[in-house]
C-alpha cells in the first residue's frame, strides 16, 4: 500500500474545499451549467443520461480495506447501493445528486479518495499491472514510478487543458496485463544489457475511432530521466496537437501525422535542455516514495499445502475455481486471487455496497487489507496464504464473486453503453448480460480457453473493443442499434487492432453471431490448445466470415 | 478590459495597436507578432516601452533576440479549453529567461489563476474587476503542490525530503 501523509491529505482535503464552493456557486446560479462543466469535469463529475456520475480515482489499481468500505458507504448513502468498476481502474457512480456532492466527495477524503485527474483534458489517473508488486516475473514494482508520475501530473499547471485527455499505463512484467501498448504513454520498465533498469517508452496508442498500436521512441530511458522525459512529451503535445477536431487532438494522430522519428526528434529536442533540471529524480525523492510503499510482512509457509489438494479432489468447484482464479505469487506459501464481477447475467463491473464491505473485510482477513482493481473490471485480492484458499473460496462464493471465468468467454468487458452514458449510440450491459447467459455452461468456457470480448456502446471505445479478441461495436442506424463485430484483436504485449468480420448486425443477432464465431472456432482450431486469437491470426477472419454469414 | 498586476488591479498603460496603425513615439504600445517581426529593431528603436502580442500557435523561439528589449508579452487565450499558452509562458521565462510582464488575455476562468501564476504570468487581463478580489483567494486556495513548474513553490516531494532532513532522531523515532 501507498501511505498518504498530511501533504497528500491537505492537499485533497483543500479540493473538497474548493469543489464545495463551485457546488454552492452551481446551485445558488451563480455558475450557469456550461461554466460548472469544466470545473465539476475537473473532479471528475459528469451529466449523464439521467443524473450527474462521479468517477472516482483509484490510482494505479490499488486499494485499502479502508477505501474500500468508503466506496461502500458512498454507494450506499449517497448512490442506490452499489458501484461501477471501470476499464481504468476506477469507479464511478451513477446517481449521486448534486447537492450531496460535495458531502460524498468529503467522506471519500477522508480515506484519501478523490475525482482529481479522472476527466478533462488532462493527465488522467494512471494504470498498471493488476499484480504489480506480487507478480513473480517482474522487474520491480512499477506502482512506485506511477506514483512519481502521478504527483507529478496531479494538477499540472502546464498540462491541465491538453489538446484531449492523456492516458499513461506502465508495466514492469514481459506479460503486459497493463495494455501499454494502446495509451498516449506506455512504459515498460526491464533491464538493459548492463543491468541497469530502466523504461521503454511507447507513444501514440490508443483506440477511440482511429485506432494506434504504439510506437516505441526510447528504447531505455533511465529512471532518473522519466519525469522530465514525460513533461517534454507533453509538452511538445500540447503545443503542436490538433485542437481543431476533438477527433483528431489525440496525441496518436501527431505521432501518426509526424512520423514516430520526427516525434522521437522533437521531444528529445524539448527534453535536453530539461533533463538535468529540477525534473531530474534526486535518489532521495525516489526512495522516499518507494519507503512509503508498504509490503506485507509475509509468513513464512509452504508451497501447495496439502489441504488444498485434499478439497481440490472433494469439491469440483473449488478445483474449477483454483484453476481458474488464483496465480502465483513471488513469495512462496502464496497465491493471488482475482474476484471475478462478471457473474451470469450481471452488469460487468458492477459490485454492491455489502459486496464491496465483505470484501474489504476478506482483504483484512486474508489479503493485509489491500484490494487491487484490474482494468478487466474485476478485483484482486493480492496477498492471500494459500492454506487460507479453502476458506476465501467460500466466503467469496457466498458474495457471488468466485465465478470461475476470469479470462475465459464470459469475462466480458463492456462500457456503460446506453443505458447511462450521455455519449453512447446503444445499449452495451445487456449485450454482456446476455452473452453471459449464452455462455454459462463453465466446463464449454473452460474448453474455449483465453477468450476476451469487449463491448463499446459507441466509436469512443471505453469498451475497447480494438482489442478485445472478439470486438463489438454499437452503432446507430436509422434509430435502430446495430453491431460492428472485429476479431484477433488484443491488447497485450502483441497487441494488435482486431479485424472487421462484415457487415453489422442487429442487437437482436449479436448472440447468436458471437455463439457462431465460436462455434467455428471449435472446428476450426487445429488443436485444443491452439487459443481463439491465434486461429484467427493463422486463417484470418474469412472462414468465420464464411460461417457467420451463411447462418444468417 | 481589467487588468491585474501582482495580484492587484492595475491600470493598463499600454495601448493596443492593430496591423496597419502607425507607431507612436514616446507611448508604450502593445503590437501584434506579424507586424512585430516585419519590423522589430525598428520598433524596438522607438522612444516608450514595446509589449507584442503573440499568438498561441506560433513559436516563442522565434522572439528569443528581442526579449531582452520587450517590456510585455502577452500571450493569448482565444478560450480557455485551449492550453498552448501555459508552455509557451514556461518557455519564455525558464528556457529564454524573459524577465518582463507576462500577461494572459483572452477566456481565463478564476479557476485557472494558480495554474497561470505557476506557469509565470504576472499580469492577466480579466473579464470583471471583481475577478481582481477574486485572484488573491485563488491563489491561496491550495498549499500543497506535487511538482515543479518554475516558480517558487517547492513540490511535496521536496518539502517531504526538507522536513525528514530537518527533525531530530527522536522525533523519527515517534
Not at chain 1, 98 to 120: C, F, I, K, N, W
Request: charged fraction near 25%.
Amino acid at each position: 500500500m501507498y501511505l498518504y501523509d498530511d501533504f497528500d491529505r491537505t492537499l485533497v482535503a483543500e479540493r473538497v474545499v474548493e469543489f464545495r464552493d463551485q457546488v454552492r456557486r452551481r446551485l445558488s446560479g451563480e455558475l450557469t451549467e456550461e461554466e460548472f462543466k469544466p470545473l465539476r469535469l475537473m473532479n471528475g463529475i459528469y451529466l449523464q443520461l439521467h443524473a450527474y456520475m462521479a468517477r472516482i480515482a483509484i490510482p494505479y489499481g490499488t486499494l485499502s480495506s479502508e477505501q474500500l468500505r468508503m466506496l461502500a458507504h458512498v454507494g450506499r448513502r449517497y448512490d442506490r447501493g452499489y458501484g461501477h468498476f471501470t476499464t481504468r481502474q476506477n469507479i464511478q457512480f451513477n446517481w449521486i445528486k448534486l447537492e450531496d456532492l460535495p458531502d460524498a466527495m468529503a467522506d471519500l477524503a477522508r480515506a484519501g479518495l478523490h475525482g482529481m485527474q479522472t476527466s478533462g483534458n488532462c493527465v488522467r489517473n494512471l494504470t498498471t499491472d493488476q499484480w504489480a508488486g506480487v507478480a513473480a516475473e517482474e522487474v520491480e514494482d512499477p506502482r512506485i514510478w506511477a506514483e512519481i508520475l502521478r504527483q507529478h501530473c496531479t494538477m499540472h499547471p502546464e498540462f491541465t487543458f491538453l489538446p484531449r485527455k492523456f492516458k499513461i499505463a506502465l508495466t514492469a512484467s514481459k506479460h503486459d496485463r497493463a495494455a501499454i501498448k494502446v495509451h498516449d504513454i506506455g512504459l515498460r520498465l526491464h533491464r538493459n544489457g548492463a543491468g541497469e533498469v530502466g523504461f521503454e517508452v511507447i507513444v501514440g496508442g490508443g483506440l477511440g475511432r482511429t485506432p494506434f498500436i504504439g510506437k516505441t521512441i526510447k528504447p531505455f530511458l533511465p529512471k532518473r530521466d522519466l519525469v522530465s522525459y514525460v513533461e517534454a512529451i507533453l509538452r511538445v503535445y500540447n503545443l503542436a496537437g490538433r485542437r481543431d477536431n476533438i477527433y483528431k487532438a489525440r496525441i496518436k494522430i501527431l505521432v501518426h501525422d509526424l512520423g514516430a522519428d520526427a516525434f522521437a526528434k522533437e521531444v528529445e529536442a524539448e527534453w535536453l535542455p530539461i533533463k538535468d533540471g529540477p525534473l531530474a529524480l534526486d535518489p532521495a525523492v525516489i526512495a522516499d516514495i518507494a519507503a512509503r510503499f508498504r509490503y506485507p510482512d509475509y509468513p513464512r509457509l509452504e508451497e501447495n499445502p496439502p489441504e488444498l489438494a485434499r478439497l481440490r479432489k472433494a469439491d469440483r468447484r473449488f478445483d474449477a475455481w483454483l484453476d481458474n482464479s488464483v496465480t502465483n505469487h513471488k513469495v512462496t506459501g502464496h497465491a493471488i486471487v482475482t474476484l471475478s464481477l462478471k457473474p451470469e447475467g450481471g452488469a460487468p463491473g458492477d459490485a454492491t455496497s455489502d459486496q464491496m464491505d465483505a470484501i474489504a473485510d476478506l482483504a483484512d482477513r486474508y489479503s493485509f487489507g489491500e484490494i487491487r482493481v484490474c482494468h478487466e473490471q474485476n478485483l484482486v485480492l493480492p496477498h492471500v496464504a494459500q492454506r487460507d484458499l479453502p476458506a476465501l473460496w467460500r466466503a467469496l462464493d457466498a458474495i457471488g464473486v468466485a465465478t470461475p471465468n476470469v479470462g475465459l468467454v464470459s469475462d466480458i468487458i463492456a462500457c456503460p453503453g446506453l443505458d447511462y452514458c450521455s455519449l453512447a449510440n446503444t445499449r452495451a450491459i445487456p449485450v454482456a448480460q446476455e452473452l453471459t447467459r449464452r455462455f454459462r455452461d463453465l466446463e464449454l468456457a473452460r474448453d474455449l480457453g483465453r477468450l476476451h470480448i469487449n463491448i463499446s456502446g459507441c466509436i469512443n471505445a471505453c469498451g475497447h473493443h480494438h482489442v478485445g479478441h472478439i470486438g463489438i461495436l454499437g452503432v446507430e442506424k436509422n434509430g435502430e442499434e446495430f453491431y460492428q463485430i472485429t476479431l484477433g484483436g488484443r491488447a497485450d504485449e502483441k497487441a494488435e487492432i482486431g479485424a472487421l468480420l462484415g457487415p453489422a448486425v442487429p442487437y437482436a443477432q449479436v448472440a447468436d453471431v458471437v455463439e457462431d464465431i465460436v462455434a467455428a472456432y471449435v472446428e476450426l482450431r487445429e488443436r485444443p490448445d491452439e487459443s481463439f486469437v491465434q486461429t484467427v491470426k493463422r486463417l484470418g477472419v474469412e472462414p468465420f466470415k464464411e460461417r457467420v454469414y451463411a447462418s444468417h | 478590459m481589467p487588468l491585474i498586476k501582482n495580484g492587484r488591479l492595475a491600470e493598463d498603460r499600454y495601448v493596443r495597436l492593430l496591423d496597419e496603425s502607425p507607431i507612436p513615439d514616446g507611448v508604450a504600445v502593445i503590437v501584434p507578432a506579424a507586424r512585430f517581426l516585419a519590423d522589430a529593431d525598428e520598433i524596438l528603436r522607438r522612444d516608450g516601452p514595446t509589449g507584442v502580442e503573440w499568438p498561441n500557435n506560433r513559436k516563442v523561439a522565434e522572439l528569443e533576440p528581442y526579449l531582452d528589449r520587450l517590456a510585455v508579452v502577452v500571450l493569448s487565450f482565444p478560450n480557455f479549453k485551449d492550453g498552448r499558452g501555459y508552455s509557451q509562458a514556461r518557455l519564455l521565462r525558464e528556457r529564454y529567461g524573459f524577465l518582463g510582464e507576462l500577461r494572459a488575455a483572452g477566456q481565463i476562468l478564476r479557476d485557472q489563476f494558480l495554474f497561470l501564476a505557476r506557469a509565470g504570468f504576472d499580469a492577466l487581463e480579466v473579464a470583471k474587476p471583481g475577478d481582481a478580489e477574486a485572484f488573491a483567494s485563488a491563489l491561496a486556495r491550495y498549499s500543497v503542490f506535487y511538482q515543479d513548474a518554475g516558480d517558487d513553490r517547492a513540490p511535496a516531494l521536496r518539502r517531504r525530503l526538507a522536513r525528514m532532513a530537518a527533525v531530530t532522531p527522536r522525533e523519527m523515532v515517534r
